[in-house]
T-cell receptor, first 120, second 116 residues
Framework: KAGVTQTPRYLIKTRGQQVTLSCSPI?????VSWYQQTPGQGLQFLFE???????NKGNFPGRFSGRQFSNSRSEMNVSTLELGDSALYLC???????????????????FGPGTRLTVL | GENVEQHPSTLSVQEGDSAVIKCTYS??????FPWYKQELGKGPQLIID?????GEKKDQRIAVTLNKTAKHFSLHITETQPEDSAVYFC???????????????FGQGTILTVHP
């Protein structure tokens, strides 16, 4: 089974530009979460999508947005890039438990290799 | 919100020794605690997890313990090998979802170096 794929793997942009990153989850996975990883702040949760709906959002400005398509693929967009947006952006996919499945069925998150974004 | 503290930030051991990494969490409602290993140029890889209804879990050379009263959990790696060298992250989450859907709160990471 193929893992989580992210494209592109590397990206260089300049301040003020916008960028779109793509994530394809493991086949059959319907939940996609996005994280930002930096040396200073570590791994921070951006948002989570399931069935094309954003169910949860972290503490990031509105310049960070995302969406999910009917095939569960997800994209995230960062507008008006700042130097501080330079980071590794990771997505993770999982099989979401059903509402009544309880703790025993919490499903693991599987991460992709990430997209390394450099803002100059 | 949840806060996860991880120690130590760096850990250096000789091949064959044991390594222990400790994490504490702040939200008593957290009930799922995974550990991830991240190698250079790769995304985090889940190596073991524990749920709040158990106190310990083992998988070959790796074990995790959970103390809900003290709100801390630990990763134990025995008989370390050079290929165990990587950055290790602990995380915490709460299920069922609500405001926690898809959200893992991570510790700051531990750089483990195993010397041959």
């Amino acid at each position: 089974k193929a893992g989580v794929t992210q494209t592109p793997r590397y990206l260089i942009k300049t301040r003020g530009q916008q960028v779109t990153l793509s994530c394809s989850p493991i086949s059959g996975h319907r939940s996609v979460s996005w994280y930002q990883q930096t040396p200073g702040q570590g791994l921070q949760f951006l948002f989570e999508y399931f069935s094309e709906t954003q169910r949860n959002k972290g503490n990031f400005p509105g310049r960070f947005s995302g969406r999910q398509f009917s095939n569960s693929r997800s994209e995230m967009n960062v507008s008006t890039l700042e130097l501080g947006d330079s980071a590794l952006y990771l997505c993770a996919s999982s099989l979401p438990p059903t509402p009544n499945s309880g703790l025993a069925y919490y499903n693991e998150q599987f991460f992709g290799p990430g997209t390394r974004l450099t803002v100059l | 919100g949840e806060n996860v503290e991880q120690h130590p930030s760096t850990l250096s051991v000789q091949e064959g020794d044991s390594a222990v990494i400790k994490c504490t969490y702040s939200d008593s409602a957290s009930n799922y605690f995974p550990w991830y290993k991240q190698e250079l140029g790769k995304g985090p890889q889940l190596i073991i997890d524990i749920r709040s209804n158990v106190g310990e879990k083992k998988d070959q050379r790796i074990a995790v313990t959970l103390n809900k009263t003290a709100k801390h959990f630990s990763l134990h790696i025995t008989e370390t090998q050079p290929e165990d060298s990587a950055v290790y992250f602990c995380a915490a989450s709460r299920w069922p979802g609500g405001t926690s859907y898809g959200k893992l709160t991570f510790g700051q990471g531990t750089i483990l170096t195993v010397h041959p």
